[in-house]
């Protein structure tokens, strides 16, 4: 094994092991040389107390001091009242669930932890989630989850009868931790869920369990899916109980014709652990996708009859279409250009189709289609006037009413109240950083409800009738608070998580308050950013700056919120005299309008790097505090892309990178992602040599970290891999890190977030030094 050791530049890699090149860090972020021990005098001095203006890593990574609280809840019905879990005042490890009356805050205990008890046993179940039948007899209960890819989607379920107190575990003969999405029928009588790629339903009278699909090949998956279409596409449960529910309809992802790559675990055993994943790359054959219904009791499964080639198309989204006999199918083309709505009938398969979205770059698959009450309208987003925006359309597809005009985006429709014609929705027309709630009634200018004194983002969990939320918001300094409100008047009933304690300890710390700014980059684009800066600033004298990027359309930096644990870190190098800045570039996911987030299309890494560029070079002829010669930059997934595309094609601009589990070969990404900004590979070749950083590390100059962990399942170390042999082929030195066997978030194992922030606070002391120069 390598302990830590650090080859000079004209030698190629140096490779790291537990720490950060020539030093490791101390609990304050700076660095210490390895191999240096501690004092006689250090050892022997009492502990001081840390000081609580200044931040260090074991106060970010190491403890729960600088952690804000959530507040968890969901709300009962028509949204009289919400529950939540809470500790049991009598069992120790219990857990309550408990009712609060929205309107006067009264809190009942609905079901104590002791009878989650199973029999036999001693302590009571851990709910790791819970589900009501309609009639609020039974509940159904999730417990002793194991991880799928990003969530803890298998696990077991139990079902308590309320009426009786009989608490029983389903599944029959089940190995533990194999069950996952079960669902109560409509009518109460039967569970359903998956276990082992198939779908079961559970009778809860005779407790007969039906196996409802016969897939033997672990590469037919019935009810649930494969890697790529719930990373890219959102899909988890792949089932659908009917309205009355005599039949469910299902997904069913065929991936045996699809390539696997293989990750080795190297680290649970004597010999090493393969796992082999199921993974269509750029340019490369996806799954066969089909819907089907079947009978709840068992019996043949009627296929729906959807056009084209189903591994040149999506399924994206489908459920019920407002009743029992028809299914809801939306329906993407390979390019992802096209979105073909449909109605499917359920039991003879015909399909027709009632809408279809098209866009010169990319459609997106919407979430927010809301049924009026008789069935013969849906709301449906649509960017064709160059804005997001909600419209109404027609059973029969024709898209009848503009509901919200104006020139700005639509980010989140939370609700559309028939009665009169109002939508409710987030978005931000004057500053996209910020996120607010708005009301528009059928064409009429959206009004703002969020008071006006609450700058920053707001979220809203609307109850069934509209007149309740609850309601968090936060800013970029300040952690959230969660209240209850009324919507009429947004008044505020009763504050149900303040953060109080957490404010106090932040307005201790020593900080600058965070600047947001515009940046010009050229051509009439101002790009949004922000700036973190050194406490108590030296006149005259100089900072390095550090840029945190994405730049990918799956996401923004620039934003007006709590960042938690990434925001501490960020000021803690402003602490150590660093100033921290961030840009949204074009084709970032920000409210700016279509042409904004599109614009990047086929041309994912060579707009973005552009325009990161141009905006730090303005920054630094704008501000003189700033030293042109100490430039670093860090992101982490398609920001530690954008990191590489930064060092290797602007070195004179950027002396120091640390990429985090980059992708530096957009061809070894995956289809659906990939494919949908960039096209195929053969008709934007030259794009996509262009805009992966590895055809360009030929150009590398400056200090340059590599991190990632070996059982990333998304952004392949096989890709960092390459790019190693590319850097070495061209004698360019640089530092690495691998954490054996983590995955894309790099967070496994004890310590992993701590070592690694270590690791870049340590990386940038010793390449980027902090503090103020002359």
Known sequence: MHLLKTFHRSLAIACLVGATTGSMPLADGLPRPFGSAAS??????????????LLTLDRIFNSSELAAAGYAATWQGTGTAY???????HDVGGQDIVRYDAESGARSIIVPSTLLVPDGGSRPLTVESYAWSDDRSLLLIYTNSKRVWRRNTRGDYWLLDRGSHELRKLGGDAQPSTLMFATIAPSGDRVAYVRNNNIYVEDLRSHK????TDSESSDVINGTFDWVYEEELGLRNGYRWSPDGSRIAYWQIDSRDVRAVTLVNNTSGLYPKTVEIKYPKVGQQNSVCRVGVIPATGGETRWMEIPGDPRDHYVARMDWAGNSHELNLQQLNRLQNTNRVMLADA????????LTERDEAWVNVHDELFWTEDKAHFTWLSERDGWRHVYLASRSGAVTKLVTPGAYDVVELLRYDESNSTAYFIASPDNPTQRYLFRARLGEPAVRLTPADQDGTHTYRLSANGEFAIHSYSSFDRPPVTDLIRMEGHESLRVLADNKKLAAKLDKLHREPVEFLRVDVGDGVALDGWCIKPPKRERDRKYPLLVHVYGEPAGQTVLDRWGGSRYLWHQMLAQQGYVVMSFDNRGTPAPRGRSWRKSIYRQVGIIAPQEQAAAVRNILAERSYLDPDRVGVWGWSGGGSMTLNAMFKFPELY????SIAPVPNMRYYDTIYQERYMGLPGSNAKAYVEGSPINFAHQL???????????????????????????????KPFTMMAYPNRTHAIREGTNTTRHLYALMTSYLHQNLPPGAKK
């Open 40 to 53: 006689a005098a250090e050892k022997q001095a009492p502990a001081k107390q840390p000081d609580p203006a």
């Open 83 to 89: 529950e939540k879990l809470e500790k049991s005042q």
């Open 209 to 212: 369990i039906t196996r409802l």
């Open 347 to 354: 039991q003879i398969g015909r399909t027709k189709v009632i």
């Open 655 to 658: 002396s120091t990178g640390i």
């Open 701 to 731: 100059e400056g200090n340059l970290l590599l991190v990632h962990g070996t059982g990333d399942d998304n952004c392949h170390y096989q890709t960092t891999e390459l790019l190693i042999n590319e850097l070495v082929r061209h004698n």
